[in-house]
């Protein structure tokens, strides 16, 4: 009997351990956000981009005033409220398709990044912009949260470089 329940608890936990990070659990967002780890937390921030859902993306972010935003065009937007203002207009804007390549992650104790080669298909212009969107995240009150967003421009992509090949 006693191997049973020792059996019946590992079963437990292997299926707490399986479960989808995302899932939706009934608690608030900003709770969700508290269980999630860095993984967890980048694809959410990056599924509420491609969703143009500012209300889950909201949670991603720090609840500090130290976030940075660097425009393609070297623009820096500081702090929180100025961070939030702009974002929010770009996602509840909608008309792109955020299409992204990880090129590299790495998470530490209390640092991670993620560096994403995006494509981007704006509404209303005939080729795709694409860019180099460095996420960098800090865990901070035992959640992971977005303090520095930066854009680099990338060539546009050759759409005749694989004829003929």
């Known amino acids: 009997m006693k191997h049973i329940a020792i059996a019946l608890t590992g079963l437990a936990l292997l299926a707490a351990c399986n479960q989808d990070p995302g899932a939706p659990t009934g608690k608030t967002a900003e ?16 599924r509420a981009i491609q969703k143009h859902d500012f209300a889950a993306f909201a949670p991603t972010i720090t609840d500090r005033q130290e976030v940075d935003l660097i425009f393609p065009d070297g623009t820096l937007v500081q702090g929180r409220d100025a961070y939030m203002k702009t974002l929010k207009e770009f996602l509840d804007g909608g008309g792109f398709d955020f299409q992204y390549r990880l090129v590299r ?4 104790a209390d640092m991670g ?6 494509t981007q298909m704006n509404e209303g212009q005939p080729d795709p912009s694409r860019y180099y969107l460095l996420l960098v995240f800090a865990l901070q009150d035992g959640s ?5 967003d930066q854009n680099t421009r990338l060539p546009p992509v050759d759409a005749s470089a694989g004829e003929g090949a």
């Open 105 to 108: 992650k790495q998470a530490g």
């Open 31 to 46: 709770t969700k956000a508290t269980a999630c780890d860095f993984d967890c937390t980048l694809n959410r921030h990056i």
């Open 144 to 148: 992971w949260r977005l303090v520095h």
């Open 113 to 118: 990044y993620a560096l994403l080669d995006v």
